[in-house]
């Protein structure tokens, strides 16, 4: 039997019994989501540089699966704009082969996190971070829509963004007024809809009103049909992936990025879900869930997959309780797909857009954008370069850079609260602020010096630790450290601390630590730092240690005064 946090949501659901009644919401709820979906869907495809029905196909295959066998009781799972920059991407390197082979190595990545226990440490990415790229993915899909919204003739659009951008102006003068009128009423009808009847389905009803119009009044105006011709109908039989090893090797980055990025948004989201509903999910098997529906999704043609904020919000909203209404979802699409397909053919690709510039502009987050521009230095920094490297640059090269910045600021920030300062004797090991008076010392035995470190001791604060010592003038005979606010230890620290022990060795000078908490203590056992009763020992506290001191003293006067 699996373990609870191994165990799909589902199945621990459905043992707990599952009525009638939640059925039917379930039901009603999943055919909201995929109303709300289907459009969608298509427009990622396009816009990811593949084509409607590998986003249709998505959704279905990594939809149900992602419901099946994830770890949220409402995650809606599916193509989503976060991945469209390294879709478009990878397609345009390594072909549509090459993103199929890159999914399936996402899926398995994903697997192994979710069993490596990684589901908690995903979270753990910066704020800044996760705002910057998401931003960035915002302007970037933005971008790749105004070709179609304004009906521009151009043969190729550049991947890079300043090209992109190039070419656009370049092109002004193919301006079609007919595209761009339809592209603006879809969007103006989405925004209305979703500011006066947010209940409705604005995208659908902006793809149905354009696609009637478009061909009531015979517009000159690109379609579905007229750029995707040859559209399958259906689903596509599951088919071994072509690959070799120089495209294996090739295409791991991009792999771990898709990997990265499922496993983010898809916990985000499960975390917005747990918060609106009351609910706990299972971060592990979410990751493993989301990793079996993306290898699925690319044995059945589709693109990467992961858990979506707003069609997850959606699916709450409309009454969804169990992930038998994502499943639903899921199967609701795949009888659009087969009964309404050629219905699709009509949709004019301007209203696409019109879509992807609403996603856009929700994954955009403008408000926490600006929040964070006016917050601190390094926070804002962080962000903005993120921003701008997700734009300039690669998505990939963002997050790492992003994180690589995050961490070292984090790290800098921490060294700032590690103190150590000398102390005396009537300093008392108690809790809150201490007003520290560096002339105590002259009531410690002649020959004790005390020092306190407060903070964690890693590699960023180890240096000026050494020096601190190294600078405290005459060799003490009794050399004292308080450690009860050392909450951590590094690998650095440890060898700082292994350096000091050996130079009082030298200096025939007894050391004591006091105070040592549990994960410092255990680190000193690891590494055999013991108490040998001689020139190192150990004391449970200060006040311990102060009388131990006392007893050593008066030992070497005993020894000093005998060898006289």
Same mark, same amino acid.
């Given at each position: ?7 799909p949501?589902?199945?621990s ?6 009525s009638?009644?939640?059925?039917r ?13 289907l459009?969608?869907?298509?427009a990622l495809?396009?816009?990811s540089g593949?084509?409607?029905? /590998?986003?249709?196909?998505t959704?279905?295959i990594?939809?149900?699966l992602?419901? $099946? ?10 193509? %989503?704009?976060? +991945?469209?920059?390294?879709v $478009?991407?990878v397609?345009?390197?390594y ?9 399936l190595l996402?899926?398995?990545?994903l697997?192994?996190?979710?069993y ?6 995903v979270?753990?990415?910066p704020y800044p ?7 960035g993915?915002a ?7 105004i070709?179609d919204?304004l009906g521009l ?10 090209? /992109?951008?190039? #070419? ?6 193919? +301006? ?9 009423c879809?969007?103006l ?14 995208y659908?009803?902006a ?14 105006v690109a %379609? ?6 040859d ?9 071994l ?14 792999? +771990? ?8 948004e898809s916990?985000?989201?499960a ?5 609106m ?5 299972r971060?592990d ?20 997959? %992961?858990g ?5 919000a959606?699916?709450l ?6 992930p038998?209404a ?6 609701f699409?795949l009888?659009?797909?087969l ?9 004019p690709l301007?209203?696409l ?5 609403? &996603? ?9 954008f ?8 390094s926070?804002?920094t962080v962000?903005?370069?993120? $921003?701008?490297? %997700? ?11 992003? &994180? ?6 984090f790290?800098?920030?921490?060294s700032?609260?590690v103190t150590?300062r000398s102390q005396?004797?009537?300093?008392r ?11 105590q ?8 010096e005390v020092?306190?470190?407060?903070g964690p001791?890693?590699?960023? &604060?180890?240096? #000026?630790?050494l ?7 005459s ?25 000091l ?15 040592l ?6 680190l000193?056992?690891k590494a ?9 020992q150990?004391?449970?506290s ?14 070497i006067?005993?020894? #000093?005064?005998?060898?006289?």
């Amino acid at each position: 039997m699996l373990p609870v946090h191994f165990t799909p949501k589902l199945f621990s659901l459905l043992r707990q019994g599952y009525s009638l009644e939640t059925f039917r919401s379930d039901v009603m709820a999943g055919l909201t989501v995929a109303i709300i979906a289907l459009p969608l869907s298509m427009a990622l495809g396009i816009a990811s540089g593949a084509s409607p029905d /590998k986003g249709l196909v998505t959704a279905v295959i990594a939809g149900f699966l992602i419901s $099946f066998l994830g770890g949220s009781r409402v995650q809606i799972g599916g193509p %989503t704009g976060a +991945f469209i920059v390294v879709v $478009f991407n990878v397609i345009a390197r390594y072909g549509y082969d090459g993103l199929l082979l890159a999914t399936l190595l996402a899926g398995i990545i994903l697997i192994i996190a979710g069993y490596a226990r990684f589901g908690r440490v995903v979270k753990y990415i910066p704020y800044p971070v996760v705002t910057g790229f998401t931003a960035g993915i915002a302007v970037i899909i933005a971008s790749s829509q105004i070709k179609d919204f304004l009906g521009l003739d151009i043969s190729v659009v550049p991947a890079e963004f300043i090209a /992109k951008w190039q #070419t656009y102006f370049s092109h002004l003068d193919s +301006f079609s007024l007919t595209t761009f009128t339809v592209g603006f009423c879809a969007l103006l009808t989405i925004i209305l809809l979703k500011r006066y009847a947010p209940k409705l389905p604005a995208y659908l009803i902006a793809v149905t009103l354009a696609a009637i119009g478009v061909f009531a009044l015979q517009l000159p105006v690109a %379609t579905i049909g007229s750029r995707f011709p040859d559209l399958p109908s259906g689903l596509p039989m599951p088919h071994l992936i072509a690959w070799d090893f120089e495209k294996l090797t090739a295409i791991v980055p991009s792999a +771990f990025t898709i990997a990265f990025l499922a496993g983010i948004e898809s916990l985000l989201s499960a975390v917005v879900a747990d918060g609106m509903m009351g609910s706990r999910h299972r971060s592990d098997q979410e990751l493993v869930g989301q990793g079996i529906a993306n290898i699925a999704s690319a044995f059945f043609g589709g693109m990467p997959a %992961t858990g979506a904020i707003a069609r997850t919000a959606t699916n709450l909203k409309s009454g969804g309780k169990t992930p038998i209404a994502g499943m639903f979802h899921a199967i609701f699409i795949l009888l659009f797909i087969l009964f309404a397909g050629d219905a699709m053919a009509f949709v004019p690709l301007a209203a696409l857009s019109a879509i992807l510039f609403v &996603v856009a502009w929700n994954m955009s987050e403008f408000q926490h954008f600006i929040h964070i521009i006016g917050l601190s230095k390094s926070d804002r920094t962080v962000m903005l370069l993120t $921003f701008a490297l %997700t734009i300039l640059v690669d998505l990939t090269v963002a997050i790492g850079v992003g &994180v690589t910045l995050a961490s070292l600021l984090f790290m800098r920030e921490m060294s700032k609260t590690v103190t150590l300062r000398s102390q005396g004797r009537h300093i008392r090991d108690v809790s809150g602020d201490i007003e520290e008076d560096e002339d105590q010392r002259e009531f410690l035995p002649v020959g004790v010096e005390v020092f306190r470190i407060t903070g964690p001791i890693f590699f960023g &604060v180890t240096g #000026t630790m050494l020096d601190t010592l190294q600078a405290m003038g005459s060799t003490p005979t009794i050399l004292i450290i308080r450690m009860k606010h050392v909450p951590y230890m590094d690998v650095a620290g440890l060898n700082a601390i292994k350096n000091l022990i050996k130079e009082c060795h030298l200096k025939k000078t007894v050391i004591i630590f006091s105070g040592l908490q549990q994960q410092p203590a255990e680190l000193f056992d690891k590494a055999g730092i013991k108490d040998n009763h001689t020139d190192l020992q150990l004391s449970p506290s200060y006040e311990d240690a102060i009388v131990l001191a006392h007893q050593l003293v008066g030992q070497i006067k005993t020894t #000093t005064e005998n060898s006289l």
